[in-house]
């Protein structure tokens, strides 16, 4: 059984910066691809960053692309999301999730597996 796991997030201030970590458990799971997602309360989930596992090609979002960074261990099977000049508008539940197959990265449906979230709030 494969499980997703987040940690970090928190309360930061604008201008700020903070990171997400998603550690991956299960036998045997090796990914295509992971990646974050964010959602705000009443919004749409909304792709941020993903990373191809196996090369470690990484996509991000419009609104992040110059201020986010994605990294990964394969070996710990953990990615990290770096998060600077934070904004009030990047306030949102933050999920980890794993595709096992090539598909649209920035595509919710195509993840197999999800974690949790954590929430990661910027004050004005």
């Known amino acids: 059984q494969v499980q997703l796991t987040e940690s970090g997030g928190g309360l930061v201030q604008a201008g700020e910066s903070l990171s997400v970590s998603c550690t991956a458990s299960?036998?045997?799971?090796?990914?295509?691809?992971m990646g974050w997602f964010r959602q705000a309360p009443g919004q749409e989930r909304e792709f941020v960053a993903c990373i191809r596992w196996q090369s470690g090609m990484t996509f991000y979002g419009e609104l992040v692309k110059d201020r986010f960074t994605l990294t990964r261990d394969n070996a710990k099977m953990t990615m990290t999301l770096e998060m600077k000049n934070l904004k009030p508008e990047d306030t949102a539940v933050y999920y980890c999730?794993?595709?096992?197959?090539?598909?649209?990265?920035?595509?919710?449906?195509?993840?197999?597996?999800w974690g949790q979230g954590t929430q990661v709030t910027v004050s004005s």
């Open positions: 999730a794993g595709e096992l197959d090539f598909g649209y990265y920035s595509d919710a449906a195509e993840y197999d597996y």
């Open positions: 299960g036998s045997s799971f090796w990914p295509y691809s």
